[in-house]
């Protein structure tokens, strides 16, 4: 199975800093990469898919990069509204798994 | 608008079965695979279950393996999961996902195991 790694597992910043979480996969998974946010009481929202490409109706301050096995999201120009737990997954093959998450909270 | 409607959700004791359903609107259900994620109470998602769209092939997840069973009903768009010989490790908020991807989540139904 693929082992997922996000780092770091949390994160302080402020209102327009910019930020970069990590993820790394255990072996190469090409470029099958999803990332996603969440917040509390909702369920994860499609930031990212194939390690690059944003969901429509995703801002462009969210890029992502990356392929093989390790991978990074960046968010410029943070809002308050961007504070919440980011997750990678890989859908290379199954089982899927998902990173531990990164909860970016304001400083 | 693209949607997934969880139901079936609630407290059972642990061996016990329970069936949740997942409403499908909005796109064309028999065109995209599906897939069931769940979370327990303060953790991250764990993939569950996954559907191909013509219904024909199925993975689990290793701590689900022989006791759950996905399946879907192109006619009723509703994809579903057959939970049996339920643990207290399995309470979690289940959600269906869309796609390769995971692009579109429902809300989520609650599953609780406790005697």
């Known amino acids: 199975d693929i082992q997922m790694t996000q780092s770091p597992s949390s994160l302080s910043a402020s209102i327009g800093d910019r930020v970069t979480i990590t993820c790394r996969a255990s072996?190469?998974?090409?470029?099958?990469l999803a990332w996603f946010q969440q917040k509390p009481g909702k369920p994860p929202k499609s930031l990212i898919y194939?390690?690059?490409t944003l969901q429509g109706g995703v801002p462009s301050k969210f890029s992502g990069s990356g392929s093989g096995t390790d991978f990074t999201l960046t968010i410029s120009s943070l809002e308050s509204e961007d504070f919440a737990t980011y997750y990678c997954q890989q859908y290379y093959n199954y089982p899927y798994s998902f990173g531990q998450g990164t909860k970016l909270e304001i400083k | 608008q693209v949607q997934l409607v969880e139901s079936g959700g609630g407290v059972v004791q642990p061996g016990r079965s329970l069936r949740l359903s997942c409403a499908a609107s909005?796109?064309?259900?028999?065109?995209?695979?599906m897939h069931w994620v769940r979370q327990a109470p303060g953790k991250g998602p764990e993939w569950v279950a996954f559907i191909s769209s013509d219904g024909t092939n199925q993975y689990y997840a290793d701590s689900v393996k022989g006791r759950f069973t996905i399946s879907r009903d192109t006619s009723k768009n509703t994809l579903y999961l057959q939970m049996n010989s339920l643990r207290d490790e399995d309470t979690a908020i289940y959600h269906c996902?869309?796609?390769?991807?995971?692009?579109?989540w429902g809300k989520g139904t609650t599953v609780t195991v406790s005697s």
């Open positions: 996902a869309r796609a390769a991807y995971l692009d579109v």
């Open positions: 194939g390690a690059s």
């Open positions: 072996q190469d998974i090409s470029n099958y």
């Open positions: 909005g796109f064309s259900f028999n065109v995209n695979s």
